[in-house]
């Protein structure tokens, strides 16, 4: 199950911060957020943000004292042998285009994971809102995608919220044999 939602960035922390959005002025600093839930572990996996129209997405990686993830020191950190002790969900790598922010997971475990692509709105108009789709690299077959709907840039205008949100993940029947949460 993938969903995507648009929100204000904070703009001391940079974190999505209040309803999520269909319409905003020229120039706001926005979060992309896609939430990803999962019923079981899986291996080599990715999540592709298509930017719609209009949102000119912010690299992390030009920025030397930002970090994507948040606990920085545990990427360089492994046991005999190059494996890491720590999952390297925590820390996906990001690779940031014009038109597609990409997230490269090694292994993304079961129940819900979340990512942010931080935005500008950079041009007026409608535009579609794509698809985020998340896959298993190996297991093609095994992929979701995010409802596609419709964003506004707009010049000297207020941004408007949207009810359809991201729902917050329930508790699976049975404790989901385990396996995490469930929506």
Known sequence: HV?????????VNQAPTGPPLSKVPLGTVVAVT???????RYSSSQVRVLMPGGLEPIDPNLDADAESCFLPWLRGFSWRG???????????????????VTFDLSRIGPGASEFN???????????VLPSVKAFVVDEPETLGLSAAGYFEVC?????????D???????????????????
């Open 3 to 11: 969903t995507t939602i648009i929100q204000k960035a904070d703009p």
């Open 34 to 40: 896609v939430q990803v839930l999962t019923p079981d």
């Open 82 to 100: 190059g494996f890491s002790w720590f999952p390297s969900w925590w820390c996906p790598e990001q690779e940031t285009r014009p038109q597609v």
């Open 117 to 127: 692509v931080l935005a500008v709105a950079a041009t007026r108009g409608r535009f």
């Open 155 to 163: 010049e000297n205008c207020e941004a408007e919220s949207i009810d």
């Open 165 to 183: 949100a991201i729902s917050a993940a329930l508790e699976c029947p049975n404790e989901c044999s385990g396996l995490g949460v469930c929506d």
